[in-house]
């Protein structure tokens, strides 16, 4: 399942918007306007000819040279205000199987740049939240809505707004970076990729890799590519699952940084899962603690730490992972 643009049809050759998508559809909410004006590839952002194969992608080994500065001028045209506008609402969400309640009732509501964790022990519901919020499982009660989009019934129009990567999802290994990136940006509806991979492989500090072959890459470093591929159509909604799980600092350090890019730069609403608190501290602003299927902390992290009576996330995680935490809320 690719979550993402699904490509469009016929169009004339040459014209993008300024999100970079092949796309004349209007977004919700923009009164029947596209999203930004025309324009012509040809004329934006510049590449080496020397370095383009006859498909138009990179040509293997070379890493072509783009004006990032002017790709980005064009493409962010959506830009955080004070209000924060919604892009993901849920609201009393409830799961079921068999006699066991794995949700009961939750709430959640993420905003345009900001950057939240779901958290909380095994078994306390928030994977089965997580896929209820991507539209994977249905829930029982409550409703999910994305970018405007009411769940189920518009859920392929909401995962036009949704990027999804996660730690342990493969690579191909006989492919280079940017051929794999490519493919993928034409999947997503993009007709030329080409300025949207260069611009994510730089602003994770990758770029360097564009040429290298996907068995050649290290565990960490394929996690970057991943979550490189979740952003080329920039979506309004990004999920992650583990980001930096078993990564070296420096991994950890590029992924955080290239996020908060993303979030400062394109206004992506981030929705991180992940059992590892310091990088949790580091990366989000805000975070939302699950426990018995239910919502029982919510606020910034050292608020949420000093709600519990301790001094970070990881002793307010175990607490609510023993015995003691699953009877007693603060």
């Given at each position: 399942?690719?979550?993402?643009?699904?490509?469009?049809?016929?169009?004339?050759?040459?014209?993008?918007?300024?999100?970079?998508?092949?796309?004349?559809?209007?977004?919700?909410?923009?009164?029947?306007?596209?999203?930004?004006?025309?324009?012509?590839?040809?004329?934006?952002?510049?590449?080496?000819?020397?370095?383009?194969?006859?498909?138009?992608?990179?040509?293997?080994?070379?890493?072509?040279?783009?004006?990032?500065?002017?790709?980005?001028?064009?493409?962010?045209?959506?830009?955080?205000?004070?209000?924060?506008?919604?892009?993901?609402?849920?609201?009393?969400?409830?799961?079921?199987?068999?006699?066991?309640?794995?949700?009961?009732?939750?709430?959640?509501?993420?905003?345009?740049?900001?950057?939240?964790?779901?958290?909380?022990?095994?078994?306390?519901?928030?994977?089965?939240?997580?896929?209820?919020?991507?539209?994977?499982?249905?829930?029982?009660?409550?409703?999910?809505?994305?970018?405007?989009?009411?769940?189920?019934?518009?859920?392929?129009?909401?995962?036009?707004?949704?990027?999804?990567?996660?730690?342990?999802?493969?690579?191909?290994?006989?492919?280079?970076?940017?051929?794999?990136?490519?493919?993928?940006?034409?999947?997503?509806?993009?007709?030329?990729?080409?300025?949207?991979?260069?611009?994510?492989?730089?602003?994770?500090?990758?770029?360097?890799?564009?040429?290298?072959?996907?068995?050649?890459?290290?565990?960490?470093?394929?996690?970057?590519?991943?979550?490189?591929?979740?952003?080329?159509?920039?979506?309004?909604?990004?999920?992650?699952?583990?980001?930096?799980?078993?990564?070296d600092p420096d991994v950890a350090l590029r992924v955080r940084?290239?996020?908060?890019?993303?979030?400062?730069?394109?206004?992506?609403?981030?929705?991180?899962?992940?059992?590892?608190?310091?990088?949790?501290?580091?990366?989000?602003?805000?975070?939302?603690?699950?426990?018995?299927?239910?919502?029982?902390?919510?606020?910034?992290?050292?608020?949420?730490?000093?709600?519990?009576?301790?001094?970070?996330?990881?002793?307010?995680?175990?607490?609510?992972?023993?015995?003691?935490?699953?009877?007693?809320?603060?």
């Amino acid at each position: 399942m690719v979550i993402g643009p699904r490509t469009s049809g016929a169009r004339p050759p040459g014209w993008l918007t300024r999100s970079g998508r092949d796309d004349r559809s209007p977004r919700p909410g923009t009164g029947g306007r596209w999203d930004g004006e025309q324009v012509d590839a040809r004329q934006s952002p510049s590449v080496d000819d020397a370095g383009v194969d006859g498909a138009g992608g990179p040509r293997a080994g070379h890493v072509p040279r783009y004006s990032l500065a002017k790709f980005v001028g064009r493409c962010n045209t959506r830009r955080v205000g004070p209000d924060r506008s919604l892009v993901l609402r849920a609201s009393g969400l409830v799961k079921r199987y068999r006699r066991t309640i794995a949700v009961d009732g939750i709430d959640l509501d993420v905003g345009a740049g900001e950057r939240v964790a779901l958290l909380g022990p095994n078994g306390a519901g928030k994977t089965t939240t997580l896929m209820m919020l991507l539209g994977v499982v249905s829930p029982d009660a409550g409703w999910v809505e994305i970018a405007g989009h009411r769940l189920p019934k518009e859920r392929s129009e909401a995962a036009t707004h949704v990027g999804f990567a996660a730690g342990y999802l493969p690579l191909p290994e006989r492919l280079r970076v940017s051929e794999f990136l490519a493919m993928f940006g034409r999947l997503y509806g993009l007709a030329q990729p080409g300025p949207a991979v260069a611009l994510g492989l730089e602003r994770f500090g990758i770029s360097h890799l564009a040429a290298n072959m996907g068995n050649e890459l290290s565990s960490g470093q394929r996690t970057l590519v991943g979550i490189i591929k979740a952003t080329l159509h920039r979506p309004e909604l990004l999920v992650l699952d583990e980001p930096t799980a078993s990564l070296d600092p420096d991994v950890a350090l590029r992924v955080r940084s290239g996020l908060e890019r993303l979030c400062a730069e394109d206004g992506t609403a981030l929705l991180v899962t992940s059992h590892n608190m310091v990088e949790v501290e580091r990366l989000c602003e805000r975070v939302v603690f699950v426990a018995g299927g239910r919502v029982v902390a919510d606020g910034k992290p050292a608020e949420v730490a000093a709600r519990f009576g301790v001094e970070d996330l990881e002793e307010v995680f175990l607490h609510l992972a023993s015995d003691e935490g699953r009877v007693t809320r603060p």
